[in-house]
């Protein structure tokens, strides 16, 4: 991708960040919602005649569980893409929507549960993947979530202007079919290098031998890297901050570094031959970027037990308790986690919701389910809702633990992982 | 909400759908709506002013009925394109918010006369240097689309808007999409019938940046003769005059043309070749030979043989006399008139026309296109 054009983009403009910026943004949503949420519980407590020293102790998520919430529901909202065996780019799209909606909003104000069939749809349609409302629904329930219309459309401005009106997601997935496509044109000898660097690389017929021999008969070894990439960026990617810290084509190639480091390292050599000095110079400092893609970010092998390399920061990392493959997303210690924040969450939020704070919040403590009287100010249906919700969700989660599924119920008919169409 | 903020600073710490809503609601009170300039089933176009400059905007509220099942494509795409692309020769989006009961109000660059006023105006004349000069201009403004990966698909003099300064923009980005890959089907129910290229009336479901240099083209042959070039009445007549104007497209001048899912000889008692600049030439008397290649190189019937958008602006015709028209002494009209003829561009849903087609277009085309248009893959 042109670097000019990039640099234009909204991609580049109001979502990249470095890893710093990334982590203070995170902490500063989680701050001012709690603020928020604090001072109305407070000020609904004094009004209900309760003294404010008396007013019990709000324990709101942290920065940390709010992450760890958000990503537990990115991973439901890839898993629900797949029921709809969307394309890859709309489950990008709406997974990108995700992680930047949830940059400067906090779950205690919005909760992922209720974005994640809304944000699918307006992805469909930012992606100019037409797909009936009427279609839509009819798949969402077989997949278990009931819908309505309404559901699906009111969040949609919310959404819109938490996404500041950007609905352009540039991919990493061009990108690694121009890698794909390229390996193979040198291994059929049909490689033209770029102008005009062309006499410094090498002709085509050497760089094919070369190739070739790398190879050592092993032909579908490019088509095995591809395929690992692009699993790679369609699944443990897409629960990462890569898109926050790194430009499309830095994360496909990463994602090919990642797939089959001899073969990416191949690729490289190619493109910036010895003859070339400067070239060289460039291709150290391109590694390094791609190395901390592939090591940091998209290897498998990264673990909650292993060195954070970025120590103090708060982003998407295994060693952060974050869920970013899906085989991980099944740890029973993590779903235990995920439930006990959600609980929180919920807890607060209804505190909030109540008038008179303290004693709602006494009954949910005591008895983990209430009368389900509104508070007479227009907001009961939505504590019906939500008690209904919060029992069913407990129904599903005792399931889930029992059966050390996150997701409760199996999705019908969902794709392994990596199985999207592009 | 702060499209107009071109820095890279992180947002400011914020509070998840209340700051949402703030931000909204700050970026509304930046304006004033001053007066109605149009008003169509799909959108309402205000004249308004930025509070604290007075700077002059356009204020294009999409209405509730146009928005069945959430915020409709249209707009969804043009917001999309419009925030991307940010260039002297588009139309610029300053702000996008919501006003009362989810009303989609995209706050765009006030722009007072368009090229279809100019072209019709007939006490108003105007030169090979001035349309080398809108030539030019529309060709930056679609270089950049094209460079950015979008597909405009609705290039026609109405769209193509000017500014009190005399600089041209690319407006209506209602029908635009991102460039497809390969093996994945487009719709080729886009750009308005007089401006369609053969690819496209033949059904194409893959096409490239080239429909928009034929469109543009055709601008230009207009430009030439002050009225349109090849004013169909149906499909059928528009694939004829192509045919008779520019030739019969064939295997021969267009390999692969037969393939094409609605292919037909659309005169078979009158087939000619190709027009060459024998053709061009009596055609467009005004015209230089350099001007010529660069028409024929945007009208050729192949697409693969079109000439690109950057291609077009290298052409020697630019670089010969009389040099292109300084924008802000081209030939204007503005005014009270050009501000209600914008207002009526800016309502309009993206891919209908005004006057004599709008019933067809209502009744047939509109709908099909609507409906049709969403066809991302399937």
């Not at chain 1, 949830?102 to 749809?121: N, W």
């Not at chain 1, 673990?303 to 982003?315: F, M, R, T, V």
């Not at chain 2, 769209?159 to 635009?176: R, S």
Request: with cysteine; proline share 5%.
């Amino acid at each position: 991708m042109d670097d000019t054009i990039y640099s234009t983009s909204t991609q580049h403009r109001l979502f990249t960040f470095t890893p710093k910026q990334l982590s203070d943004l995170r902490y500063a949503t989680n701050k001012a919602a709690i603020e928020k949420i604090t001072e109305s519980i407070k000020r609904r407590a004094v009004a209900a005649g309760i003294v404010e020293s008396e007013i019990e102790e709000i324990d709101c998520p942290t920065a940390e569980e709010e992450l760890k919430l958000v990503a537990y529901y990115c991973v439901k909202c890839m898993q629900l893409s797949d029921h709809f065996q969307f394309p890859s780019n709309v489950k990008a799209t709406a997974l990108t929507f995700l992680h930047r909606l949830y940059l400067t909003t906090s779950t205690l104000t919005l909760h992922p549960k209720k974005l994640l069939l809304p944000i699918l749809y307006l992805a469909t349609k930012t992606e100019n993947h037409y797909t009936p409302i009427k279609n839509f629904i009819a798949t969402a329930a077989t997949a278990g979530p009931k819908v309505t219309k309404e559901d699906l459309l009111d969040p949609e401005f919310t959404i819109a202007m938490g996404l500041r009106w950007a609905f352009q997601v540039w991919h990493p997935f061009r990108g690694l079919e121009g890698i794909f496509l390229e390996l193979n044109a040198i291994a059929s000898g049909r490689y033209q290098p770029p102008k005009p660097k062309e006499h410094l690389v090498l002709p085509a017929t050497e760089a094919k031998v070369a190739l070739l021999e790398l190879l050592a008969g092993d032909t579908d070894r490019i088509g095995r890297a591809h395929g690992e990439a692009r699993r790679l960026l369609t699944t443990t990617a897409l629960l990462t901050d890569v898109y926050f810290l790194y430009t499309p084509p830095q994360i496909s190639f990463g994602a090919f570094l990642e797939a089959d480091r001899e073969l990416a390292t191949f690729y490289l050599d190619i493109k910036f031959p010895e003859t070339d000095v400067p070239g060289r110079k460039t291709k150290m400092k391109l590694l390094d970027v791609l190395d901390e893609i592939a090591k940091n970010h998209l290897s498998a092998g990264l673990s909650e037990d292993l060195k954070n390399p970025y120590q103090g920061l708060l982003l998407q990392l295994p060693q952060n308790g974050i869920t970013t493959s899906l085989s991980m997303s099944v740890d029973p210690t993590l779903v235990k986690e995920v439930t006990r924040i959600d609980k929180k969450l919920y807890r607060v939020t209804k505190r909030d919701q109540d008038s008179a704070g303290k004693k709602k919040a006494e009954e949910w403590n005591g008895s983990g389910s209430q009368s389900g009287t509104g508070s007479g100010n227009g907001i009961g249906r939505y504590d019906e809702d939500e008690e209904r919700r919060a029992k069913k969700r407990r129904l599903e989660r005792e399931k889930a633990e029992r059966e050390g599924d996150v997701f409760g119920a199996r999705l019908p008919d969902v794709k392994t992982a990596g199985a999207g169409s592009f | 909400m702060t499209t107009s903020n071109g820095d890279n600073t992180p947002a400011p710490a914020p509070n998840g759908g209340e700051l949402a809503q703030q931000m909204n609601e700050e970026t509304k009170k930046k304006y004033t709506k001053d007066r109605k300039v149009g008003e169509g089933t799909y959108a309402v176009v205000h004249l308004g002013h930025v509070k604290s400059t007075a700077l002059p905007v356009a204020i294009k509220k999409i209405k509730l009925s146009a928005m069945v099942d959430g915020i409709s494509m249209d707009a969804i795409r043009e917001v999309k394109f419009l925030q991307e692309l940010r260039h002297e020769n588009i139309i610029r989006l300053i702000d996008v918010f919501s006003s009362k009961n989810q009303n989609l109000n995209l706050v765009l660059e006030f722009l007072d006369s368009d090229l279809e006023m100019i072209i019709k105006d007939t006490k108003i004349g105007f030169g090979g240097a001035d349309i080398k000069s809108w030539l030019a201009m529309s060709l930056r403004g679609l270089w950049w689309c094209h460079k950015n990966f979008v597909l405009h698909r609705d290039i026609k003099p109405n769209n193509l808007l000017l500014a009190t300064n005399g600089q041209l923009k690319l407006a209506d980005f209602g029908l635009a999409r991102s460039f497809s890959d390969p093996y994945r089907a487009m719709t080729s129910t886009v750009i308005t019938r007089w401006y369609r290229p053969p690819e496209l009336l033949f059904g194409a479901k893959s096409y490239s940046s080239s429909v928009d240099i034929f469109s543009l083209g055709l601008v230009f042959a207009e430009l030439l003769l002050r009225v349109p070039f090849l004013p169909g009445d149906s499909d059928v007549h528009q694939l004829r005059l192509i045919a008779t104007a520019l030739g019969t497209p064939t295997e021969q001048n267009w390999p692969g043309v037969t393939k094409l899912p609605d292919y037909v000889i659309p005169n078979t008692e009158d087939i000619r070749p190709e027009q060459g600049s024998l053709f061009y030439g009596e055609t467009f008397r005004t015209l230089t030979p350099e001007g010529l290649t660069l028409l024929m190189s945007m009208l050729r019937l192949d697409p693969r043989k079109r000439w690109s958008a950057k291609q077009c602006l290298e052409s020697e015709w630019f670089k010969e006399e009389p040099t292109p028209t300084k924008p802000e002494l081209l030939p204007r009209k503005g005014g009270g008139k050009g501000i209600e003829k914008v207002g009526g561009d800016l309502k309009r849903r993206a891919g209908w026309d005004e006057g004599t087609d709008v019933a067809e277009l209502e009744g047939h085309r509109g709908r099909k296109v609507a409906r049709k248009l969403d066809f991302g893959g399937k």
